[in-house]
Every structure is written in C-alpha cells, then in structure tokens.
C-alpha cells in the first residue's frame, strides 16, 4: 500500500514539476528525483518488512515523501508552489537521522539526537519563517508562483533569516562529517563490513551537502551544479542501505555453507573456526558449558571466562532444550545482527553439544589427573611429616634411654650379681628396637633422598639390596621432591620384585634426566613373563607414574629378563 | 680428653655429655647448630668434636658438611659424626676425604659406654671408626663376581673388624687369638683383594673401605 502511494507520490511529483519550467530546475533530472525518492521508499519498505521494531525503515519511507513533497517547489499553482516550497529541504532531516541511526535506527549519542533536532527546526520552523517575510520574486524566481505565506515583504529579515539557516546547516554538516569519519575510525572489523557503506555514502553526501550550502552562503554562481550532485550524493544514501540489507542476505548464505561444513568427519573439523568463519569475527572465542563446575570450558578443558557488562566483549549462550551448551564470546557489532548468531547456533547446535560432551570429557581427565597427583603429593608430604616425627621423637625418647641404661650399667656396683646381664639384656633389645624403627623410617621416606637426591639414594637402595644391583644415574640437579619421590620408590619396587620373583642374578638401574623428563629404568636378567595384570605390586607401579603424568612400560618376554621403564614429566 | 657435642635435641645433648663425663672427659662446649658447633671448635679447639648428622635449620645433613668445614680449618680435630639412618656413602664420604681421626656411628651406639669410650679416643687420637651396621652392609653386599668370595668366613670376619677401624691387638682379642694370627688374616686379604698392605691402621682402613665402597 505504502509502496503503491511512493510510487504514485513520485510520479505526480515529477509530471507537477515538469509542468513548472518556468524556473531553472534545481532537481538534477527527472531519472535522479525519481531514483532518489523511490529508492528511499522502496528500502525502507524492506527494512521495515524485515525488521518491523526499527525506526530505520519508516524513517527511509518518510524521507522519501518528504523528497517527493520538495519537488512541488517546480509546481506552477500557487497552492502546490507553497507546498513544494515549504517541504524544500525537510528531507535533509530525514537523511541525517537514517545516516546516524544506521543500523539500529536509535540516536545514541547526545550529538547524534542534537543534530537531528536542530536539523528538524532549520528545515520546519526556520524554513516557515523565511517563508513569512520572503517574497517570491526577490528570493525565488521571477517566473515562480506566489508564496502563499508571505505575510510582509521584508527583504531584510528574510536574507537574515536565510543566512541563518545556512550557517547552522554548515555547522550541523561539519558536525555530521566529524562523526561519521570518527564512526569509521573506530569500528571493529566486523562493525566496519556492516555499516562502511551507509557510513561511507553519507559521509560523502555530507562533503557534498557542505560544499554545496558553502557556495549558497557565499552566493557562488557554480550553484546549481553543486546541487544537482548533492542529489546524486543523497540517492546513494538508501542504495548504500540496501546493500548492507543484502549484506545480511548473504550472510544468511554462510549459514548454509556452515552447515555443509559441519557435515564433515569431526575430527577434520575446527568448529570454532567454522564458526568464526561464519560470523566474521575472527577474535571469536567458544566456550563449552561443563555442568558439574557449572562454568564454561574450552575445547582442552580450560576455564574460559566470560566478558563483564561493561566489557569490549559480548557472549551469547547457546542452549538446547534450556540447557546452556556453549558461549560464544564475539565483538559487540554482531549484535546488531542477532539473526546471523541465532541462525549460526542453530545450525550449530548439534556439533556444539557433541563438542561440549568431549570438552567436558578432557576437562574431567584433566581434574581426575590434577587430583591423582594432588593425592599422590599429599601422600609424599605425610610420609616425609611421619618420617621426621619419629625421627624427632620416638627414635630420640629412645636413644636417650639407652643413654640413661649405658649410664645405669656404669654405675652398678660390681656385686650386683644377675641385675648387670638384665641391663644388657635390655640395651641389646632396645638397640634392636632402634634398628627396627630405622628400617621402618627409611622405608617411609629416605632422608638420603631429600639430602642428596635421586643418584645417592639410588646407589643407596642398591647398595642395600638383595641382588646385585648397579646404577647409572645422570641427573641434572635436583628435580620436584614428588618426581624424585616416585622415580625412587619405582626403583624400590622394581629391585623387589626382581629379588622376588625373577630369579635374576643381577640388576641393573639407570635414571637419566633429560629435556624436561626423567627415565628410569630397571632391568633385570631374569625369567621374564612379568604382568602388570592381576594385582601384582607392577599394577601399582604403574598407576603411580601415571598419576604423576607419567608413562610407564614392562617389557617382560618369558626367559629374556625383565625391563621396567617410567618416564617422568618434570618442567 | 677435651670434646665438644653438638646436637639440636637437648636431652641427647645432655645425655652424652653426661655420659662422656662419667667416662673420664672433658666436655668443653655444647652446641645446638652447625654454626655453634663451629664456633665452639674455634674457641676450644677439641679433641674430638661429636657431631649430630642432622641439625637446624634444614634438618638434613648439616652436621656432616659442618664435619668437613672443621676438616678443612682444624685438621688436627677429630671427628665423630652420630647418625641414626645408615648412610654407607655418608660414611666413605666422611672417611675418604679426612685424613686422620674421623668415625661414623649410629646413635643408638651411646648405650655401649665401653664402647663409645672407646671409639671416642680412636677418633681422638688419630684413628678410625665406622659403624659395624655400615661395615657389614659394605662387606655383605651382594656383587657379581664377588671379590670377597675368595676369603674365609673368618678373614671375612676380620675384614669387617678392620673396617670398623681396629687395630690388629683389638681384633685379636675381640677374636681371642693372638695377634700374630690376625696378621696372617690380614695379610691373606690384602693379597686376596691385591691391596697395598699397610703398617697405618687408619690407611688400612681406607683402602678397604675405599675397595668395598668402589663395588
């Protein structure tokens, strides 16, 4: 309906106007008044269409009457005449509201709602009071209608009033370029692609609007000319709106190509690269929703934290069936094209949760790792605090008994008769005790360990054991006490279970640090056919290397020895 | 014979000056740390300085590097390190790099008064001592190729008493034979083991704790 009436407005405009060639046209040529009006109209119709809540598309159909109006200015009847005369440049309001709205069509800026306003007055107010003091003849064309609202002839206030207008028109311009250029500065990559043609086009009709009411003020006889292409100028305007309309279009045709995208084998597939892809973001980051920490995660696991309110950031979060399953955490700009995300979620959701469901996987391995070797350390922490309790206490009470039954034996007279042997009885058994509770301490924790590190407590345990054993250590420092701890006990049972089971004649032991890792090995040339299955002591090796991230092998072929490896991450 | 303890236990520290008092020595200074104990040997310059292997502030092995500092400056003191774990390489650290008068003990040896009498004055006359838990760990160990295979059950014996730090006298008369006899031990052993034979207990012991800590 609307478009109908534009299109008849602008026809009758254009067949009123052609009849009035009593003046020079100021339009620039009936083609170019009908494109800029009719392309106004149509692209706000699409606009409005499409996004009914934004002001912008009523406003660019407005705009486009208020253009057809100002043609009546050519009209020959006076009543028409005045008409044309008093609409002569209410577009120019309409124009700078599309320019600095796009594309929310909301003025956010103080300065952005301050120009409008001033602009709507010089075009209504201003213009009606010029139009009260000025006489068609004097100011218009001689050939020209009557000014119907001419109420005194007064050449001097309606120059002054003219002038008046002029000048403010200039400063709203040199404003409006100010912004707009600003505006064009700033904008991130993704607000550049979506708003640089309508910015890009107005910016423009504003230089030219500028030169053009400069030559006006300055009464320059190029005039004419200037207006004729500050036409062309203001027409790109809603060409410049449509394509950033069709910009979207295409967009939409992304969503499709994603889709076909994420038909692809998952393990080829960088969903968060597809996606970004997709929106045109590059610095867009995905985060997983991992329930049992309620809080989102990356594709390894790691916590990703969501922008605050005031952030240059913004997050939208997928859900599925109400249950958030993934952020996407993107710039500001692709708010204002909340369809794009909406359709790219969609399109998206399913590989999202599939993602999400092996984030969340990596994220619990990640904790069920973090927490092995949490427990593995406390372990080590309690051992070594046990250690040093008996060390400082019990092996000490008892020592300082023995002293005080070495003191008593010194003191007893020789005719005690069957006291001294019961003394010496009692010293023999406590220092035997002492040896138990030595043995007992090493084997809680080796304070050789702590005091010399992993090559002396190695040479140490073979020392001490009951096959041959030798060590080849190559150590560079001291490495994490929970390394050294782990690499030391490995060792302990691995020299065990060679006495144990392997009939082997002898073991040999290396450790050796390099890039980062410690390799331990312990190699023996027994009988061989060991397993880390069925609740053998290897089963517990094994799980303790690997709680610390570290690997464990068993190479045990029957009849060939036996060699055990562990290999330590230790940065 | 002037002694100097040191050790971060006050009733250990006590004990033993105690004990060693009773015994007939001299106990000039008490000490809590290395840095004391290091002090009190500037001052008193001991005899034998008895030292606690693990003192403040780490409570690792403080008293064996504050045993090789007393090394380097007063050579002429001797040193008896007191453990309570067996540290066999402690041990031939300790032995190797002294020349005269160092011992190695663990603590519980305190009770044996005889014994730590003893083993005090070896030390602080030029001799040495190392514990026979230490010694029968570097003799019992299990080798490929045993060097020590071809001895005795008794050389093996005597072998351990020489390590420990004995003289040919002490041996005999631990072993009630005479001396005579525990010379020809010796000297099948030196020859089994293809050491140098030495008339010097404390070289003696050197070369067999050295031979035994090498294999």
């Known amino acids: 309906m609307v478009g109908v009436a534009g299109l008849l407005a602008g026809i009758a405009a254009v067949w009123v106007a052609s009849f009035g060639s009593f003046r ?23 606009s409005w269409r499409t996004r009914p809540e934004n002001w912008l598309g ?6 486009g009457f208020l253009w057809f109006a100002s043609l009546l200015q050519q009209a020959q009847g006076p009543v028409l005449f005045t008409i044309g005369e008093i609409f002569q440049i209410s577009y120019l309001a309409g124009f700078l509201y599309v320019v600095l709205s796009f594309p929310s069509g909301r003025l956010w800026g103080a300065l952005d709602r301050a120009l409008v306003l001033v602009t709507v007055g010089l075009v209504t107010v201003v213009q009606l009071a010029w139009m009260v003091f000025a006489q068609t003849r004097a100011f218009i064309c001689d050939t020209c209608a009557a000014n119907l609202l001419e109420i005194t002839d007064n050449a001097v206030v309606a120059h002054a009033v003219l002038q008046f207008q002029r000048t403010a028109g200039l400063a709203v311009m040199i404003a409006t370029i100010g912004l707009l250029a600003a505006r064009l500065l700033r904008a991130s990559r993704p ?21 053009s009411i400069t030559a006006a003020v300055l009464n320059a006889p190029s005039q004419l000319n ?26 939409r045709g992304v969503v499709a190509g994603l889709v076909v995208e994420l038909g692809a084998p998952a393990s080829a597939l960088d969903l968060r690269e597809a996606l970004s892809r997709a929106l045109g973001d590059p610095s867009l980051t995905l985060g997983y929703w991992f329930a049992a920490e309620s809080r989102f995660v990356d594709s390894a696991g790691q916590p990703v934290d969501l922008p605050g309110p005031d952030a240059e950031r913004q997050s939208t979060v997928v859900e599925r069936d109400g249950q958030p399953i993934a952020v ?14 909406d359709s790219v979620c969609a399109a998206a959701g399913l590989t999202l949760e599939n993602e999400r469901l092996q984030a969340e996987l990596r994220a619990r391995l990640a904790e069920l790792q973090a927490s092995r070797a949490r427990l593995i350390e406390a372990t080590e922490a309690e051992r070594r605090r046990i250690e040093r309790d008996l060390h400082d206490g019990t092996q000490q009470r008892l020592v300082s008994i023995a002293m005080s039954l070495g003191l008593l034996e010194s003191r007893l007279p020789a005719d005690t008769g069957q006291a001294r042997p019961l003394v010496i009885q009692t010293r023999e058994a406590l220092t035997a005790a002492l040896a138990e509770l030595r043995e007992l301490t090493q084997g809680i924790h080796p304070t050789i360990l702590t005091e010399r590190g992993l090559p002396a407590a190695l040479d140490e345990l073979c020392r001490r054991a009951s096959l041959p054993a030798t060590v080849h250590a190559v150590v560079d420092g001291r490495l994490p006490d929970r390394i050294e701890s782990a690499a030391y006990f490995f060792v302990s049972e691995g020299l065990a279970n060679a006495a144990k089971h392997s009939y082997a004649t002898q073991v040999r032991v290396t450790a050796s640090s390099a890039s980062g890792s410690l ?19 290897l089963r517990g090796l094994a799980d303790r290397v690997e709680a610390l991230g570290g690997r464990f092998s068993l190479s045990s072929p029957p009849g060939q020895g036996t060699d055990l490896s562990a290999e330590f991450p230790c940065g | ?63 064996l590097r504050a045993a090789k500092t007393i090394r380097e400056r007063h050579p002429e003191v001797g040193i008896l390190v007191l453990s309570q774990h067996v540290h066999a390489g402690y041990a031939i650290e300790l032995l ?106 404390h070289r003696r012991v050197l070369a067999v704790v050295t031979f035994l800590g090498a294999r």
């Open chain 1, 328 to 341: 996407l955490i993107h710039d500001p700009a692709l708010e204002h094209n909340a369809g794009l995300v």
């Open chain 1, 519 to 537: 390799t331990v090995t312990v190699h023996d040339d027994g009988i061989g056919g060991a397993s880390a299955q069925g609740g053998t002591g």
């Open chain 1, 24 to 46: 020079p046209p100021l339009i620039p040529g009936t083609p170019v008044a009908l494109l800029v009006g009719w392309s106004f109209i149509a692209s706000g119709l699409a």
């Open chain 1, 226 to 251: 200037l207006t004729r292409i500050a036409g062309y100028a203001l027409a790109v305007v809603p060409v410049a709106v449509l394509v950033a309309f069709a910009q979207r279009r295409l967009a």
């Open chain 1, 58 to 63: 009523p406003a660019m159909v407005g705009t």
């Open chain 1, 191 to 211: 607000q550049r692609r979506a708003a640089i043609p309508v910015l890009g086009a107005g910016l423009v009709a504003a230089i030219v609007l500028f030169i």
């Open chain 2, 1 to 63: 014979m002037r002694v100097v303890v040191a050790d971060d236990a006050v009733i250990l520290r006590e004990g033993l000056a105690r004990l060693l008092t009773e015994t007939g020595f001299e106990v000039v200074g008490l000490a809590g740390d290395a840095d004391e104990l290091l002090d009190q040997v500037e001052r008193y310059k001991p005899d034998v300085a008895i030292v606690d292997i693990r003192m403040p502030p780490t409570h690792t092995d403080e008293g």
């Open chain 2, 96 to 201: 190797t790099a002294g020349t005269l008068g160092v011992g190695y003990l663990l603590k519980e040896r305190v009770s044996d008064l005889t014994e730590l009498a003893a083993s005090v004055r070896r030390v602080g006359s030029g001799g040495s001592v190392l514990d026979p838990v230490v010694v029968s760990q570097l003799v019992d160990r299990r080798r490929v190729d045993d060097p020590l295979a071809g001895l005795t059950a008794r050389e093996r014996e005597v072998l351990a008493l020489m390590a420990e730090g004995r003289s040919n006298r002490a041996i005999a008369e631990r072993l009630f034979v005479t001396e005579h006899t525990i010379e020809k031990h010796v000297k099948n052993i030196f020859e089994t083991l293809r050491l140098a034979s030495s008339p010097d207990d």
